[in-house]
């Protein structure tokens, strides 16, 4: 059974770039599947950040491409998320995740939680 | 606003039948046979619960199915449970640039 466990800062000054770590168990990244990112702001619906699948090819949300890299490293079974120059619209609970197809989530991590603010 | 409209609220009670709908465009829900459904309870990550249109992952009870015509998909919960009461969301493949987009969620009540 893969498990997904999201981590990093939970505190992120405005301007500054968000860096996820999405650490896989259960399953090895290099064997396939899609792996993803979701956002949820505070008290809101959720948002489709990205994914990638595992040999790299990657799909984004044009409203954050220009500030969004999703990468994985097989050699440490991890997916990560760096979204940059972050303000306040940027503060949610961040979910990782994956599927055999980048338009839904299978199985999702319990989320990250990004405060932006000085 | 979400590119996709759900309605704000459902309820029902223990042992009825309800219904979300989730409405889009020819450009995504009508479109595509992409959709998906995903279960929150509050402080929990979503969990899928119906995707491609009416396909159930392992585990999801069938009490739960999806179903599409024309533009709009509908999440179907029949014998409702007091553990059903959760935020619902729908989410579609759409053929724009935006690829992935989501409605803004509807609140179950189990009265």
């Known amino acids: 059974q893969v498990q997904l466990q999201g981590s990093g800062p939970g505190l992120v000054k405005p301007s500054e770039t968000l860096s996820l770590t999405c650490t896989v168990s259960g399953y090895s990244i290099s064997n396939g599947y899609y792996w993803g990112w979701i956002r949820q702001p505070p008290g809101k619906g959720l948002e489709w950040i990205g994914s990638?699948?595992?040999?790299?090819?990657?799909y984004y949300n044009p409203s954050l491409k220009s500030r969004v890299i999703i990468s994985v490293d097989t050699s440490k079974n991890q997916s990560s998320l760096k979204l940059s120059s972050v303000t306040a619209a940027d503060t949610a609970v961040y979910y990782c995740?994956?599927?055999?197809?980048?338009?839904?989530?299978?199985?999702w991590g319990k989320g990250a939680t990004v405060t932006v603010s000085s | 606003q979400s590119a996709l409209t759900q309605p704000a609220s459902v309820s029902g009670s223990p042992g009825q039948s309800i219904t979300i709908s989730c409405t889009g465009t020819?450009?995504?829900?009508?479109?595509?046979?992409?959709v998906s459904w995903y279960q929150q309870h509050p402080g929990k990550a979503p969990k899928l619960m119906v995707y491609?249109?009416?396909n159930r992952p392992s585990g999801v009870s069938n009490r739960f199915s999806g179903s599409r015509s024309g533009n709009t998909a509908s999440l179907t919960i029949s014998g409702l449970q007091a553990e059903d009461e959760a935020d619902y969301y729908c989410s579609s493949y759409t053929g724009s640039s935006t690829l992935v987009v989501f409605g803004g969620g509807t609140k179950l009540t189990v009265l």
């Open positions: 990638i699948y595992h040999s790299g090819s990657t």
């Open positions: 995740g994956v599927s055999p197809y980048y338009y839904y989530m299978d199985v």
């Open positions: 491609d249109v009416s």
């Open positions: 020819s450009s995504d829900v009508g479109g595509y046979n992409y």
